[in-house]
C-alpha cells in the first residue's frame, strides 16, 4: 500500500522507513485503525476506508492533534511524526481521554530518532483539549 500512496497517489506524509512494520512512519488508519502499510498488500484491503496524514487537517486548518504537535514543537526531524500522528488518532478515537502512560504505550511502537519523545507524548493529550473546544 505504501508505494501506491506514494508513488501512484502522490500522498506522501506516510515514509518508508525499515519495511519490515516495525518503526511506524508508514503507519496509516484503515477502516479508523492504525496498520503500517508497508507490509500491507493493497489487494487486501478491499472497499476499506484509507486515511493517511494528508486527510487530516491542512495547512489553514490543521487536524487538533496537528496543531498540538506544532505548538509544543514536537516534530524535530520529521521521521516519525506520520506515524506518531496516526497512531495517536487512532487512540483518541477509542479512548478520547486516555492517560500518560496510555499515551506512551499506545506510541511505544514508533520509533523516534531525535528524541522528542517527552514533547510528542504531551501533544496527545494537550490534542484532546483542542477537540473538545473545535
Known amino acids: 500500500m505504501l508505494y501506491v500512496l506514494r508513488n501512484d497517489l502522490a500522498l506522501n506524509g506516510a515514509k ?3 519495511g519490515l512494520a516495525q518503526c511506524g512512519p508508514c503507519t496509516v488508519l484503515l477502516d479508523g485503525r492504525a496498520v503500517r502499510s508497508c507490509v500491507t498488500e493493497i489487494r487486501t484491503i478491499g472497499e476499506a476506508e484509507i486515511t493517511t496524514i494528508e486527510g487530516l487537517g491542512t495547512v489553514v486548518k490543521p487536524h487538533p492533534l496537528q ?3 506544532i505548538d ?3 516534530a524535530r526531524c ?3 511524526i506520520n506515524g506518531m500522528i496516526m ?3 487512532d487512540l ?3 479512548n478520547p481521554h ?3 502512560n496510555e499515551v506512551r504505550e499506545a506510541l511505544a511502537q514508533n520509533l523516534c530518532r531525535c528524541g522528542t519523545h517527552g514533547r510528542i507524548a504531551r501533544a496527545v ?4 483539549g483542542n477537540i473538545r473546544k473545535t
Do not use: E, I, M, S
Request: hydrophobic share 40%; aromatic share 12%.
Open 92 to 94: 483518541l478515537d477509542h
Open 16 to 18: 518508508f522507513g525499515c
Open 72 to 74: 509544543l514543537q514536537a
Open 87 to 89: 497512531t495517536a488518532k
Open 98 to 100: 486516555p492517560t500518560l
Open 125 to 128: 493529550p494537550r490534542a484532546v
Open 67 to 69: 496543531q498540538a504537535f
Open 78 to 80: 520529521g521521521y516519525c
